[in-house]
Each structure stands twice: as structure tokens, then as C-alpha cells.
């Protein structure tokens, strides 16, 4: 589904991303993760063509990024992304929210958007939220509306960026739970996290960077009981302790 | 389009000359305007700040009045009408004997109206400092009137060379505003030739060309003193 | 001092009150034309296409680099002379206007567009939006939301800016006032009563906006 090959990409003088291969198949989960600055949020922001890249080809659904004649709108409707502040627009209602990009780049009517709308927020458990405003909702709420805005488009593929990040502890499960759910309904997912538990329960690899370089790709379970390299022990060992 | 160009004329007698008065006497309304503006409005953004309830009025009022008047309006007031509602002996002064009484009365209402913004951009550029820095100056047994002198004007100003010398760049442009009590500045000038010469491009020209190139000029003597008082560490210092 | 006559400001009110109408449809027509060039200013300065940027940004800093008198006669003189015929002063005065308080509002617009996250602009990208389509449903709403108190703001200044098209004569509300005073010798009491009306008007419209600005940041 996605495929990494080569790919560099610098900020000005700086690379942050060196010579990373890797793919996503349909229907996996994969999760990223790594100490900070390693680049794992700058190598999913690369798949929906929000970040550049100077070298290298990535793909989605075997459409190049790179390629002068994607349709950069188009191939973003197919991805959905969730982003660590959940970027809800707060001058629109939640149901708002949901239907913005439907009916403006998928072109689907009103009535047809806002039906969607509501199955999704039924599913993300938030259908009597419909009409209030991100700013009237708890951070895990907006996190689960933002979930469903980006289920709105019916992606192929859903991008997490450090989706509980920025949450209370006490909401970090609401959010999971609900990715859960849509791993075991088949979506293919890329997720950049810190939640190990997650990684264990759902993930089918694991991508380790540090320093721009893609360190570790395997199995979730290989990853957890014995990892190549010993940036990838190490930083293990760090986190599994509490 | 019909018009006959001839750039000659900004060079020919006597316009050359008008051009290079009108400059002079631009300046010198704008320098000695702002050296009114500049000790009013620092003392009266000062006030404001205070804690003595009737300096802060004072401020408060002054700011509101001279704010919500048209600087236009406060010339006409300044040059026709404060004359007359003044005791009569002053009156006869003013209005007699006072040297360059249109110069004077430039610089008056042109400083007093700028004071008044000078004040404002003081007055926040002190807020913004936080009342951290303030509370532990007292901590150290400082006084009030102690804090303001040795901590918090000497930040402020530093916070307030960009919008300061926006103001200055300002009392440039509004010292335009002279001709209508009949100093004859730079845009006075410029109007004069037109009315003369009808060569109105060019001597418009020549104006917006010399405004420009002030402009530019103070922008960067700006960027220099910035440089040169950064305070290292500070947010927006770069440093 | 002496006679402080209000008569002469009650028997000439209607002349005035024409006058103030002319102010104020001059400071409606600009300001609006105003906002909606220095939106597409503040656009073109944001975007990264270089030359565009560069020119929105050269018309900004010279424009503000001027005095509106300036502007005033050079639309004055220039205005009729690119239409070939002699147009109303006030069409020239409006054009000068609206230009100039273009770069004003630009500059503003373009605080207020930056003030909005990026993140706000890339969430609607990553749902497949278009530049037009991000800027328009999700940026500029922000962006204006958070911008009205400043643009109104800077229409209380050029309220007061109109004042200048004494300089040709055109008849607003100070320049009509004026007509009476040399007219009627009655110099104090018509300039004091401009004084005194923009003050109010200026005031309240000042506190309007305060009030208004207190009641969004709910």
C-alpha cells in the first residue's frame, strides 16, 4: 500500500531523513517510533505529501509523490491523518467539521455528508456531540472527532502523528481504544507513538528510527523480545520501565 | 494620455531651491516635534503605569482627547482657535510678535497629538515586561519609583525601538500636515511647482522619492540601534 | 472671549450634516474597498510564489512609506489625466483612499492569517482541500474572527483621516464647517464643534470596539 524507497530529505542544511526504505501493506498496522528528532513524524508527513522530500520515490496505492502529475488533493482524500493538537477548525460545529471536505472535495451532498457524519460519530461514541464546538469537548473527544473527520473521506490508508500525546493520561485510553477498533476493522494504519501497550496489542511491525536512519523493521514480536541493534535495547529498556 | 514631460524643471532655479526649503523645513518640524513627543509621551506613559490613581488619569484623559481629534482638526484648534481663548495680552502675542508662528504652532500641535501615541506604545512596551520582574525588584526593598527607573524603563524602551520608530517615520508624514496653516514643507512644494509648472508627475515624483528614501534610511539606522541594545536572551533579541 | 454663538452651528446644521454624510460614505466606500485589496495583498505577500510576493510587498512599504496628502494630490492630478476628462474630486480622493489604506489593512490581514496555526492549514490539506479551499473555509474564517477589533480599528483612523481632503477642497465635514466659519468670522465655535464632534464619534466608536472585543474573547 505505501512504499518507502531511498528517501532523503533535508531541512535546508540539516537531513532529517537518510536513506529510509520501507512499505506498509494493505490492511497492516504499523507503528513508528523513536527517541525525538528522530524523524518519525517528518517520514509520515512525507506520505501525504505534507513535508517534501529531495530523494528517493514513495508511493501510495502504487501513485508516486513525487510525481508532477499526482493530483496532491486527490491522493490526500484517500489518506487520512490525525494530528497530535487534533486541529479540529474551532469556528465549526463537530458535525461541521466532518463535512467540510466531504462535500467540498469529494463533492457529496449535505444530506449525504451529515449522514456519514453521524454513523462516524455513532462509531467514535460521540453522536450527541454532533453539534457542539471543539472547544466545548475534552481533548480525548476532539481526538475521537478528529478520528472520525479523517474516516469521513473513506481513506485507504490512516496516518496517526503521536495521536495521545498531547492528552490527559485519563483520555489516552478513549483514543486507543478507538484505533483498536479500526485495526481490527481492517484499516491500514501507520502510527507514530509512544504507547508501547498499543504497539503489543495491535501493531503487526514495528519501525525503530533514530537520526533519520530507519534502525529497526520487523514484527511486532521480534521487536519487543529481541531487537537487532542495541539503540533499539536501549531505548526499550528506557521506556517498558514504568 | 496627453501630458508633456520635462524632469528638467526639478533641477532649474527656483524650483531646485523650493524643493531643497521644503525639505529643510520638513525636518525641522519633524525633529523638533518629536523631541517634544518623545519627553511628553515617555512621561506620560509613565504615569499610566503608576499606581497613583490621579497620574494615571491625567495620562488616560490626555491620551483619549488627543487620539480621538483628526491631527488636522488639532492644527486648525492650535493655529485659529487658541489664540483667541487665551487671555487676551498672550493672545495679542501670539498672534503679533511670537516668531514663525505657522512653524511654531506645527511643532506644537504636531508633538502634542505624537505624545500622546508615544505614550501608548511606552505604556505597553512597560506592561508587557510582567509583573514578575516588578514584584521581585520590591522583593529586594526596592521602591517603586526605584523598580521603574533601574528595571523597568531601561527593558522597555529596549521592547519599543521598532514601534517607536514607526512613530518617528510617522511625524515625517505628518508633517505634511503643515501646509494647511502655511509652512511651506516638502508636499507644499511639490503642489507649488505642479501649480506653476504643471509638470505634476515630476514634482510629485521628486516628493514620493525623497519621502521613500527618509523612510528607508531611518528603517535602517532602526535595525542598527536594534542590533546594538539587544538584550541576549530576551524573546525577539534573537540572542 | 466672549460670544460663543450656537446659533451659527444650529441654523447651518443641515449643511453640516451634508457634509458629514460625505465623510462618512468616503470612510464606508474605503474601508470596505480597502479590506478587500489588502486581503489579496496579504495573500500575495504570504505566498511563495516569489515575484508575487515581492510585488505586494513593494506596493505595501511604499505606500506606507508616504503621506496621505501626498497621495491625495497625486490622485487628484492623476486621476483625470490617465481618464482623459475632469472626474468629481471625490472619485480621485476615493481611489487615493482606498489604495492607501490598502497597505494598512494588508499588513493587518496579514498578522492575522499567521496568527492561525499551520497545523489549522495542514489538517485541511491532509483532508484533501485545496490552497483556495483551506484559505477560505478554514484560515481567513479564523483569521477575520480574530482581526475585526484592529480592521475596525483602522477604520476609526481613517474616519479621521478623511479630514485631509481639505487639501482639495472637497466638501466633508470639516471643509463644510470651515465654509461657515471664514464666512460667518465664527472661527472658535465651528472648529470647536468639530473638535467636539469626532471626539464623540471617535470615542464611542473606540469603546464600541473595546466592548466588542471583550465579548469575543469569551
Not at chain 2, 36 to 57: D, N, Q
Amino acid at each position: 500500500m505505501i512504499t518507502f524507497e531511498n528517501v532523503n530529505k533535508y531541512y535546508g542544511d540539516f537531513q532529517v531523513l537518510k536513506d529510509c526504505s520501507t512499505h506498509v501493506n494493505a490492511k497492516e498496522v504499523v507503528v513508528v517510533c523513536g527517541p525525538s528528532g528522530s524523524g518519525k513524524s517528518t517520514l509520515i508527513k512525507c506520505v501525504n505529501g505534507l513535508e517534501p522530500f529531495q530523494s528517493g520515490k514513495i508511493t501510495v496505492n502504487n501513485v508516486s509523490l513525487g510525481d508532477k502529475n499526482t493530483d496532491q488533493n486527490k491522493l490526500r482524500a484517500r489518506i487520512g491523518m490525525v494530528f497530535q493538537n487534533f486541529e479540529l477548525f474551532p469556528h465549526l460545529s463537530v458535525v461541521q467539521n466532518i463535512c467540510l471536505a466531504q462535500e467540498k472535495v469529494l463533492n457529496r451532498s449535505p444530506s449525504e455528508s451529515v449522514e456519514r457524519a453521524h454513523a462516524l460519530l455513532e462509531r467514535v461514541g460521540l453522536l450527541n456531540q454532533a453539534e457542539k464546538f471543539p472547544s466545548q469537548l475534552s481533548g480525548g473527544q476532539q481526538q475521537r472527532v478528529a478520528i472520525a473527520r479523517g474516516l469521513a473521506m473513506d481513506p485507504v490508508v490512516m496516518l496517526f502523528d503521536e495521536p495521545t500525546s498531547a492528552l490527559d493520561p485519563e483520555m489516552i485510553n478513549e483514543v486507543l481504544d478507538v484505533m483498536v477498533q479500526l485495526a481490527n476493522d481492517g484499516m491500514t494504519m501507520m502510527v507514530v507513538t509512544h504507547e508501547m501497550g498499543f504497539a503489543k496489542r495491535v501493531a503487526d511491525r514495528v519501525i525503530f528510527m533514530d537520526e533519520g536512519h530507519i534502525v529497526e523493521d520487523e514484527k511486532t514480536d521480534v521487536f519487543f523480545s529481541n531487537p537487532g541493534s542495541d539503540r533499539a535495547k536501549d531505548f526499550l529498556s528506557k521506556i517498558l520501565n514504568h | 494620455m496627453n501630458y508633456n514631460w520635462n524632469w528638467s524643471i526639478l533641477v532649474t532655479e527656483p524650483y531646485l531651491g523650493w524643493l531643497i526649503a521644503g525639505l529643510g523645513w520638513t525636518i525641522a518640524v519633524s525633529i523638533l516635534a518629536w523631541i517634544l513627543a518623545f519627553s511628553l509621551g515617555s512621561l506620560l506613559g509613565i504615569m499610566r503605569t503608576t499606581s497613583v490613581p490621579l497620574l494615571r488619569g491625567i495620562g488616560t484623559v490626555y491620551v483619549e482627547i488627543f487620539r480621538n481629534i483628526p491631527l488636522l482638526v488639532q492644527f486648525f484648534l492650535w493655529y485659529f482657535v487658541f489664540p483667541e481663548v487665551v487671555p487676551h495680552d498672550w493672545g495679542m502675542w501670539l498672534k503679533r510678535e511670537m516668531p514663525m508662528p505657522e512653524f511654531t504652532t506645527a511643532i506644537i500641535a504636531l508633538g502634542l497629538y505624537t505624545a500622546s501615541r508615544v505614550c501608548e506604545q511606552v505604556r505597553s512596551g512597560i506592561e508587557s515586561i510582567g509583573v514578575g520582574q516588578v514584584s521581585a525588584a520590591r522583593a529586594l526593598g526596592l521602591t517603586e519609583w526605584q523598580a521603574m527607573r533601574y528595571i523597568l524603563v531601561p527593558v522597555a524602551y529596549r521592547r519599543i525601538i521598532p514601534p517607536l520608530t514607526s512613530e518617528f517615520l510617522t511625524i515625517f508624514k505628518n508633517s505634511s500636515l503643515a501646509l494647511t496653516i502655511g509652512v511651506i514643507e516638502l508636499t507644499a512644494v511639490t503642489r507649488q511647482i505642479e501649480e506653476y509648472t504643471f509638470q505634476g508627475f515630476e514634482a510629485f515624483t521628486a516628493a514620493t522619492v525623497i519621502y521613500s528614501l527618509i523612510t528607508f534610511m531611518v528603517m535602517g539606522i532602526m535595525r542598527y540601534i536594534e542590533k546594538r541594545s539587544r538584550v541576549h536572551g530576551m524573546l525577539g533579541s534573537g540572542g | 472671549m466672549g460670544d460663543f454663538d450656537f446659533a451659527v452651528i444650529i441654523d447651518n446644521m443641515p449643511f453640516l450634516l451634508k457634509g458629514m454624510q460625505t465623510t462618512l460614505l468616503l470612510t464606508a466606500l474605503a474601508m470596505v474597498g480597502g479590506i478587500v485589496l489588502g486581503t489579496l495583498l496579504a495573500l500575495a505577500r504570504i505566498s511563495s510564489v516569489k515575484p508575487l510576493s515581492f510585488v505586494a510587498a513593494s506596493y505595501i512599504n511604499f505606500f506606507r512609506s508616504l503621506p496621505l496628502i501626498l497621495v491625495i494630490f497625486w490622485f487628484y492630478f492623476l486621476v483625470p489625466l490617465v481618464l482623459g476628462r475632469p472626474v468629481g474630486g471625490f472619485y480621485s480622493v476615493l481611489v487615493a483612499f482606498t489604495l492607501f489604506e490598502a497597505a494598512y489593512y494588508a499588513e493587518i490581514i496579514r498578522a492575522g492569517i499567521t496568527s492561525v496555526r499551520a497545523g489549522q492549514f495542514q489538517a485541511a490539506r491532509a483532508l484533501g482541500l485545496s490552497y483556495g479551499q483551506s484559505m477560505r473555509f478554514v484560515v481567513l474564517p479564523q483569521a477575520f474572527r480574530a482581526m475585526i477589533p484592529v480592521l475596525l480599528t483602522q477604520g476609526i483612523i481613517l474616519f479621521q483621516d478623511t479630514s485631509l481632503v481639505y487639501v482639495v477642497g472637497l466638501k466633508d465635514f470639516l471643509v463644510s464647517a470651515e465654509l461657515i466659519a471664514n464666512r460667518d468670522q465664527r472661527l472658535i465655535e465651528m472648529f470647536t464643534f468639530v473638535a467636539i464632534v469626532y471626539l464623540i464619534i471617535s470615542y464611542s466608536a473606540s469603546q464600541g470596539v473595546r466592548m466588542l472585543q471583550r465579548r469575543m474573547q469569551r
